[in-house]
């Protein structure tokens, strides 16, 4: 009885698609011209690319760095903190989140690159630096597209940082120097301090969630608490997606050339990542649904083990191999695949929610019905 309830009382595709506004209603559509944006701008105006890379925070474009801080403020501003303790506590998934992206997520991309690359070994090096650096910014944007736990999935990138200048050269050493010699392969050196990383986490991370804390300590002890939850946040949210369409343009301006210049060594370097971001995907979701987790913790969960630190992958490729290097063309084809591959998983994520946790509050509440409904 109670599932034909909640079936009936979930809100049908027509009412759903009818609350949203134009640019939730059309995010992908957006996401691809966006795109489109990005390549035509670097080929029509080739200067451009050097230009705007010319300027840099840390080792990323200043551009796409102010996209990455501007879509993830608004995110972190609509993070409860006085939560977080609380999520933390909860050990099962934070540790079934710890093994997805420390354990089996760079294992899984080590045998994908060495099944798909076995003659490219410069782009299956970048591959696994790209395995290697699990997600602490766009992943933001897809948890809250998918409409997940913006607590959890802070309190998961906060862990996901400390793990990442921990043990980000550990791991480089083991799946690019060790386990290679043992397979018989050629050995690759990782040269890249816990410092130099930290210094990447603090940025990318600790500007916006400072910033998005701080937000909403001021603002909700001057304007109270229902005024930011009523007033403010559904007037900064939206936000978020004009930065993430933003960098997406910046990106492929800088980078989309490289679409152009070597498509088949692309579509090589794409296949491992498509079968990586689905695989990685589908089996966070499935684990996370057979430990009876809440559909806003699975999808938190699935989209922070499948996303990766791409600025990060692309700082270390450089900084070691070089910016013309196989490796640094490898990493930089990853965001460039992720960006698509991830909004698709985005309505596969509400899809799933939908039919596996019928009886779920987020299905009924008329006010967040729908995929794309980020700004509530």
């Known amino acids: 009885m109670s599932h034909q309830t909640s079936a009936a009382s979930a809100p049908q595709n027509g009412g759903v698609f009818s609350k949203l506004s134009t640019l939730d209603r059309f995010l992908p559509v957006w996401i691809f011209a966006?795109?489109?944006l990005g390549i035509a701008l670097g080929s029509v105006f080739p200067q451009l690319g050097p230009a705007l890379d010319s300027v840099k925070l840390d080792t990323v474009s200043l551009p796409i760095a102010i996209g990455l801080l501007w879509m993830m403020y608004p995110v972190l501003a609509k993070v409860k903190y006085g939560k977080m303790p609380e999520v933390a506590a909860n050990w099962k998934m934070s540790g079934t989140s710890l093994v997805?992206?420390?354990?089996?997520?760079p294992a899984l991309m080590f045998i994908l690159a060495w099944v798909l690359l076995p003659d490219f070994p410069e782009y299956?090096?970048?591959l696994i630096l790209v395995g290697l650096a699990r997600c602490i910014a766009m992943v933001l944007i897809w948890n809250m597209l998918a409409c997940g736990d913006n607590e959890y999935a802070a309190v998961l990138v906060a862990i996901n940082s400390v793990f990442q200048i921990v043990m980000y050269t550990v791991?480089?050493?083991?799946?690019?120097?060790?386990?290679?010699q043992w397979l018989g392969g050629s050995a690759v050196a990782l040269d890249v301090s816990m410092g130099e990383i930290a210094k990447s986490v603090l940025i990318f991370l600790g500007i916006p969630l400072?910033?998005?804390f701080l937000t909403r300590l001021i603002l909700t002890r001057v304007k109270g608490e229902d005024w930011y939850e009523t007033k403010f946040v559904p007037r900064l949210s939206p936000t978020a997606i004009v930065g993430l369409l933003f960098t997406i343009v910046m990106m492929f301006s800088l980078k989309g050339e490289v679409i152009l210049a070597q498509p088949l060594d692309v579509v090589r370097i794409a296949l491992p990542l498509l079968l990586y971001f689905i695989i990685m995907f589908s089996l966070s979701f499935a684990l996370s649904y057979f430990l009876k987790f809440p559909y806003a913790d699975t999808a938190t969960i699935s989209f922070t083990a499948t996303?990766?630190?791409?600025?990060?992958?692309?700082?270390?490729?450089i900084g070691v191999f070089g910016l013309a290097s196989g490796e640094a063309l490898a990493t930089v084809v990853g965001p460039l695949i992720e960006v698509p591959v991830l909004i698709g998983l985005v309505y596969l994520s509400l899809w799933l929610g939908r039919?596996?946790?019928?009886?779920d509050a987020?299905?009924?509440r008329d006010q967040k019905p729908a995929p794309m409904a980020v700004g509530d």
Not at 100 to 105: A, E, H, K, S, T
Not at 171 to 180: D, E, H, N, Q
Not at 355 to 359: D, H, K, Q, T, V
């Open 124 to 126: 299956r090096t970048g």
């Open 34 to 36: 966006a795109m489109a």
């Open 100 to 105: 997805l992206n420390w354990l089996v997520g």
């Open 307 to 317: 996303g990766n630190n791409f600025e990060l992958a692309i700082a270390v490729a």
């Open 171 to 180: 791991l480089g050493y083991f799946y690019l120097t060790l386990l290679p």
């Open 362 to 364: 987020l299905w009924k």
């Open 210 to 212: 400072a910033a998005g």
């Open 355 to 359: 039919r596996l946790y019928p009886g």
